[in-house]
Nanobody, 128 residues
């Protein structure tokens, strides 16, 4: 059974940092494109960062230089390090995986559409 579980969300002030984790079980996730997506109330879901099976990464423009996606393949954990947080980063953050996506940039642009497996989400709130 494929399972993704996020953790690490919370509330911080502008300029603060958080590190999100996604623990994967049920499959070897290194063969999948993995990604972080977020959705704020009343907003459409958007891609934040993705990493493919080759380790290549892609980021939405608004988080470049501030967020870093990485993976620990041995432990089956996906991370999102978020620095210099802004109020506009406030959203529910979801971890997702898709075995058919081989390119991180493509995966990011789907905004999660066609991603097969999802975690339950973790809330990130940034106050000004």
């Amino acid at each position: 059974q494929v399972q993704l579980v996020e953790s690490g969300g919370g509330s911080v002030q502008t300029g603060g940092s958080l590190r999100l984790s996604c623990t994967v079980s049920g499959y070897t996730y290194s063969t999948y494109c993995m990604g972080w997506f977020r959705q704020a109330p009343g907003k459409q879901r958007e891609g934040v960062a993705t990493i493919d099976s080759d380790g290549d990464t892609a980021y939405r423009d608004s988080v470049k230089g501030r967020f870093t996606i990485s993976r620990d393949s041995a432990k089956n954990i996906l991370y999102l390090q978020m620095n210099s947080l802004k109020p506009e980063d406030t959203a529910m953050y979801y971890c997702a995986a898709e075995p058919s996506v081989t390119n991180a940039h493509y995966g990011l642009g789907t905004h999660g559409r066609n991603f097969a497996y999802w975690g339950q989400g973790t809330q990130v709130t940034v106050s000004s």
